[in-house]
């Protein structure tokens, strides 16, 4: 038989576990005091994910189980490095990042979020991006101010 027709278990395998980088932000990596501890958390479990795939004796099998951490690895590898710790906002007299924001909309729903970096943000959980559509409109305004998105109208009503 022609080695041509031979299948190489280790090439397939290899292109199988190659994973595509995680996409980066075009954006400035602005990240709170809490949120740069987040990263290298992220990046710590990473690294010992990967680490942990070493004992794995079948080389196919340790580049199936490895291929997440090491994209993981090099993803948080750049957050960290790329962080810009910001300083807790100076005042609350307007909206900036790592404000916390109470804002009442038209249709009565009264929603707050504390604006903080891409790689923390959590809107279930009362977190929004400050690259948001909501957080770029509301970042430089002061309680009592209205802003439009869309078909709704925000009126801040309160900044912690």
């Known amino acids: 038989m022609s080695v041509a027709f031979a299948k190489d278990d280790s090439a397939e395998t290899a292109a199988e576990t190659h994973l595509p980088?995680?996409?980066i932000s075009?954006?400035?990596?602005r990240v709170t005091e809490a949120g740069l501890k987040a990263l290298e958390?992220?990046?710590?479990?990473a690294r010992a994910a990967y680490e942990s795939t070493s004992t794995i004796e079948d080389v196919n099998e340790r580049r199936r189980q490895a291929a997440t951490p090491l994209r993981d690895t090099r993803y948080f590898a750049a957050r960290v490095h790329t962080a810009e710790v910001m300083p807790a906002p100076a005042s609350i007299d307007k909206v900036s990042f790592g404000s916390t924001v109470t804002f009442s909309r038209n249709d009565g729903r009264v929603q707050t979020y504390r604006i903080v970096g891409e790689d923390e943000a959590d809107p279930k959980a009362g977190s929004i991006s400050y690259v948001s559509p909501v957080a770029r409109l509301l970042t430089g305004k002061a309680?009592?101010?209205?802003?439009?998105?869309?078909?709704?109208e925000l009126e801040i009503i309160a900044i912690a």
């Open 143 to 152: 309680v009592g101010d209205v802003v439009g998105a869309g078909d709704q």
């Open 21 to 23: 980088d995680r996409p």
């Open 26 to 29: 075009p954006h400035p990596n």
């Open 41 to 45: 958390l992220e990046l710590s479990q």
